[in-house]
Structures are given as C-alpha cells and as structure tokens.
C-alpha cells in the first residue's frame, strides 16, 4: 500500500511539473484592448531580449577571470581550457534538445528556470576551489544555458506574424552583443575591484535579477490573454498540420544536401574565432600586450558594441542592397573578420587605438556572420519544413567548433610559456595562426555553396 502511495504521490509531483512547464491555455473569456496587447507584446519583446542578454553575462563570466585564476594557482591554462570547453560541448546537445522542449513549454516559465539555474551554477563557483566541481557545474551550465534562445525564439513566433517577426528577430539576434558587452564592463570592474571570486558571484546575482525581470514583465502566449488567432492564421496552422507528414522527408533531404554540412563546417571554424576572441580575448591582452584586466575588458567589448550593429543591420543589407543574397555581404564580413584578428595578433606591443580598430572590424563582421553563417543561410536552401533541422545542424557544427578552440587554446598557450626571472612569459605564435587560420577557412568553405540554390 506504501509503495503505491509513493508511486502515485511521484506521478503526481511529475505531473505538477508537467503542468506548471505546459503552455498557457487559451483565454475564450476576454479580449483584450489592441493598446494594451502592443503594450504587453512590446514588454514581452524587451524582456525576452534583456533577459537573453544577461544569460551570456552568466556564460561568459568565466572568460573574465582566466587569468586571475591563472595568477593565483588554482588553475592551469589547459585545464581552464577543459572546463570552458564542458560548456560549449554540453551546449551543442542541449540546444537541439531544449529547442523541442520550449516548442511544448510556457516560454516565460522555461526561460526564467534556465536562467535561474546558470546564476546558480555561477554563485556557487564564486566559493568553489576545485576543478571536477567547476567542470561539472560549467557543463551543467550549458545545459541551461541551452534553454535560453529556444524560448527568447518561441516567444517571438508566438509574438509575431510573418511581417514583423524577421525585423524583431534582427533586434533580438543582438542580445547576445548587449550580454557581452555588459559582461566585459561590469564584470570585469568587479574583477579588478575585489578579484575573480566576486566576478562570479556578481555575475549570479545580475542572474537573478534577470529571473525576476523575466517573471514581471514577459508572457507566454497572446492567446492567453484573450487574442485568438484570426480566421487567416488559423487556417495556416491547419496547412501545417496537414503537411507534417512530410516532416520526416525534409529532414532527411537536409541530412543528405551537401551545402548545408559546409556551411555548418564554415560556422564551425567561425565560432572558433568568435570565441578564441570572446574567451581568451581578455587573458590575450592581459599576457601578450600588458593591459590591464579593466582595460583589456574595456577593448573586447568594443567588438561586442559593434556587433550589435552588424546584427541588427544584416538583414536589412542582404533584403535591400543585395536582393535577399546572403554571399556577398557574409563574404565581406569574413575577410573582415580575417583582417581584424590579423591586425589584433601580428601588431606586437600596446596600441590602443589599433586594438580598438581591430574589434570594430571584428565585431561587425562577426555580427553579420553569426546570423548569415549561422544559420540563416542555411535555412535559405533548406525546405522550410525543415528549417530547424537545418539550424539544428548548424548549431551542433558551431558549438562543437566553439569547444574546440578552449580546449586547443587552452593547451597551446600553456604549452608555449615559459619562466623567465620567475616571471611567465607566453608566445602566442600558434595561438594567432589558429585563430586566423580559422577564420580564413570559414571563408574559403562559405564561397564554395556560393551557387547553392535557395529554397523561396
């Protein structure tokens, strides 16, 4: 009798939850004025794309005290390599199966847990000394990290129709600049204010003002409110439902079409440069050229500043200047990104204002890329039945790259430093080919689906 009674009493704690995650039901009982539902669409919109911002304050936070960490001897280069790398590859998974998860789920309830847990995963690393705990909290970290920009998507198509929703996705995709940017000022004047350790901690506590925001002012769905879908998109939603048999088909074709897989090859060796800049960036600066940590921050996110622009302005300059061809523009924005990190690592010495040219070039070429390379221009000659496949083997492709370099990075700096006078000494000569070397495959890979033809 006992034993039933635990059975059911889990069944039905796993059904709470069940419920509590599900999405909003449809509210048949009220309407809403037109006024109020923009207002609310408009809070949700901002709320949506704050609240991804601060998930990469609680991703890249690690990235800001490496070396800290470095100086004070809790940790190896390579073995900062290995936790950073925890995320990316826990990430990869996490966002294709979290992708189908927010589908299903109350997008606000989903977003505000995942970043929840990540200003946890940070907090409780602000008091930890030991490697295996920062490796498996950091791997748990992209885990949910990985329910961040499912949900801030969902929420957008719930949100926005066809004729919006590709200029609000624009402004959202900038999100991650506005979290960089935030990260590499904020945190990083913790930093330099009362060390590493008050880096993470601030970084949880950012977290958890985010989960509050998240709560108060984003919604799940306009149906809930009492919008109901008009007769015109009711009847799309129908269409869908009739054509998911072919699902499986267009998945398959995405699988088998050769241009798709390069073009997830390209992103690859592109985030490894976005992220040799993003997580090593500052420690770079720092061991290389002599800056301080505020300082060496201050120039990263620059390139985070501007990648705000490239972001939100791709998509206007591929639709009206290039007639919806992604080519030229992510072939101009690669060969910037070429020669933005080759005048970053092949200048030795401090120079400000070289440096901060370096990180507008690379964060404008970056910030077109990440949405072309990254997907986009996958989804363009994928069938649209099959655009999240597609995205989903880009993303894998991307983040699989992204750890990739923090594991290499990692290795190859501590393998090239020496001591000298008890004072460390690194030559950062592989480090710079790697990342350039990168960045020129990334280009040479996207001009070869340069006939690629597009599914319209």
């Keep these: 009798m006992e034993t039933i009674d635990t059975s059911t009493r889990k069944r039905s704690l796993l059904q709470r939850v069940i419920d509590f995650y599900s999405i909003s039901s449809p509210n048949y009982d009220s309407t809403t004025p037109k006024e109020r539902f923009n207002r609310i669409r408009l809070a949700t919109f901002i709320s949506a794309t704050c609240g991804y911002a601060l998930y990469y304050v609680c991703r890249l ?100 129709d066809n004729k919006d929703r590709g200029t609000y996705y624009g402004i959202w995709s900038a999100s991650h600049n506005i979290g960089e940017a ?34 108060l002012f984003m919604r799940d769905t306009p149906q809930s409110l009492g919008f109901m879908l008009n007769l015109k998109t009711a009847t799309a939603e129908s269409s869908k439902a009739a054509e998911t048999e072919d699902f499986n088909k267009a998945q398959k074709a995405v699988l088998k079409n050769p241009a798709i897989w390069i073009l997830a090859l390209g992103s690859a060796f592109m985030y490894i440069s976005r992220y040799a800049v993003n997580s090593w960036g500052v420690f770079y600066l720092e061991a290389q050229k002599g800056y301080s940590t505020l300082d060496a921050s201050l ?41 933005a990190l080759c005048l970053f690592l092949l200048v030795p010495g401090e120079h400000f204002w070289l440096d901060v040219t370096a990180m507008v070039l690379f964060g404008l070429g970056i910030g077109v890329l990440i949405c072309f390379l990254g997907g986009l221009m996958a989804v363009d000659i994928a069938p649209k039945a099959a655009a999240g496949a597609a995205l989903g083997v880009v993303g894998i492709a991307s983040y699989l ?7 290499m990075n990692g290795i190859l700096i501590e393998g090239n430093k020496t001591v000298v006078n008890g004072t460390e000494v690194y030559d950062f000569s592989m480090v710079n080919w790697f990342w350039i070397g990168s960045a020129f495959l990334s280009v040479i890979l996207t001009a070869l689906v340069w006939n690629a033809k597009r599914n319209d």
């Design 401 to 407: 790259g992204a750890g990739l370099q923090d594991v």
């Design 299 to 339: 120039i990263i996110s620059i390139s985070s500043v501007c990648g705000i622009v490239g972001t939100v302005a791709s998509g206007f300059i591929s639709d009206k200047v290039f007639n919806g061809s992604r080519n030229v523009p992510a072939l101009v924005s690669g060969l910037m990104n070429t020669l």
């Design 61 to 160: 936070s690690m990235n800001i005290v490496r070396k800290p960490i470095v100086e004070n001897g809790l940790f190896t280069e390579t073995e900062l390599g290995i936790i950073g790398s925890c995320l990316f590859f826990v990430y990869a998974v996490g966002k294709m199966a979290n992708g189908f998860l927010a589908d299903r789920c109350n997008a606000r309830r989903f977003m505000a847990t995942g970043l929840l847990l990540t200003a946890i995963v940070n907090l409780l690393l602000g008091f930890s000394n030991m490697f295996i705990v920062f490796a498996v909290l950091w791997g748990l970290n992209g885990w949910f990290q990985s329910m961040g920009a499912p949900a801030g998507v969902v929420s957008l198509n719930r949100w926005y």
């Design 182 to 215: 935030v990260t590499f000022i904020t945190v990083a004047a913790l930093v330099s204010w009362a060390g590493w350790r008050s880096g993470m901690i601030g970084a949880g506590i950012i977290g958890i003002l985010g989960f509050g925001m998240l709560l």
